[in-house]
């Protein structure tokens, strides 16, 4: 008997429909909410409406691509937190509605372990134990992972994630959200040498983002003040500044939790392991420190359903399933 599961995701501001067969990702349909580019950062109200008025039409499209009926579904899956609870509810309901009408069983994800396990939907996947650093909008973290569903957190960000940086970054220099992409791009054509942000220092393998954050609104401010035009006409040098100190501050604490793990299997996951900076210094460090490093494909670096498909698939196997009477966990942990 084949495994065949349908999975959602709709924790933040992409409404996304995978099916997944025996392992094998079959469509990972994902719908992007446009409406919050002139917000500067998700509006939560309207990522749920949006969420509402994708979810039909990006099932019916995963299922119809797939060319599956409903009754062939061994489970349907939905990511169950951490996100925004508004968001997670239209999902979760979803999901509920149809283990329920369909009789099927209902398996919960989490969204962090999910952005790990996007490793293993394609080849070359990382072996065990591996160390992770999962960047994104809402989380930095450095996960020691030693089994598909046995991972630990030995590190993660005080305050703000290296994606809010990237964002919060990206709006002071006028840019639409989110900003990330477009300081990856215009930092390709500067100097990250030209500014400085000091990196904060933070105890063990925990980081800090709010200092370097303000730091740069600072900087902005004052060069602002004595030349008007000065974003304007340093822009590529100032992407790519800010981007080099980021990025030296996620490198300083992995190769820091690689040598004390003493582990040489590395995985980037996440929206910002999309970072074409991250990618090269991260494969920079590869002859110095005698890593593997593995690098999600592009598609599955930012949110989408095709990695909750994946972690359903695994716990599927645990015969991890949940009842109807579960909620969203806008907090989740694991
Ligand atoms: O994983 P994700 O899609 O959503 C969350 O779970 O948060 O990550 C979104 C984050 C945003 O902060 C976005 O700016 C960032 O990933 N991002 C990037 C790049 N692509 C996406 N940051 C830097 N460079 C990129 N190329
Ligand atoms: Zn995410």
């Excluded at 999975?7 to 990972?28: F, H, K, P, Q």
Aim: proline share 5%; hydrophobic share 45%; glycine share 6%.
């Amino acid at each position: 008997m084949s495994i065949t599961i349908l999975a959602l995701e709709s924790s933040c501001d992409e409404t996304s429909a995978a099916v997944i067969r025996d392992g094998v990702l079959i469509t990972n349909v994902i719908a992007t909410q446009t409406v919050h580019e002139n917000y500067g950062g998700v509006v939560p109200e309207l990522a749920s409406r949006a969420h509402q008025q994708n979810v039909v039409p990006v099932v019916h499209q995963a299922l119809s691509k797939a060319n599956i009926r409903k009754s062939e579904l061994s489970a349907i899956a939905f990511t169950q937190g951490p996100g925004l609870l508004g968001a997670l509810l239209v999902g979760t309901s979803f999901a509920k509605a149809l283990a329920l009408s369909l009789k099927k069983p209902l398996i919960a994800v989490n969204h962090m372990q999910a952005h790990i396990l996007a490793h293993f939907i394609e080849d070359p996947k990382p072996a065990f134990p591996f160390l992770c650093l999962t960047v994104s909008g809402g989380h930095t973290q450095l996960v020691l992972v030693e089994d598909y569903l046995k991972m630990e957190i030995i590190g993660q960000t005080r305050d703000d994630a290296v994606g809010e940086a990237f964002d919060k970054s990206a709006k002071l220099l006028g840019l639409t959200y989110p900003g990330g992409p477009l300081i990856d791009k215009y930092a390709r054509e500067g100097n990250p040498l030209s500014f400085s942000f000091p990196p904060s220092e933070m105890p063990g393998f925990d980081y800090s983002f709010s200092g370097i954050k303000t730091a740069i609104l600072y900087f902005l401010r004052d060069q602002t003040k004595r030349d008007a035009n000065f974003i304007q006409d340093n822009l590529y040098d100032i992407c790519a500044s800010i981007q080099h100190s980021l990025i030296n501050m996620l490198l300083d604490k992995l190769i820091k939790a690689a040598k004390h793990y003493k582990i040489s299997n590395i995985a980037i996951a996440g929206g910002v392991s999309a970072n074409s900076g991250l990618r090269a210094a991260l494969q920079n460090l590869v002859p110095a420190y005698n890593w593997q490093v593995y690098f999600p494909k592009f598609e599955y670096c930012t949110d989408n359903a095709a990695m909750i498909a994946m972690a359903a698939h695994f716990k599927y196997i645990n015969e991890e399933f949940c009842s109807l009477e579960v909620s969203p966990e806008p907090r989740m942990k694991f």
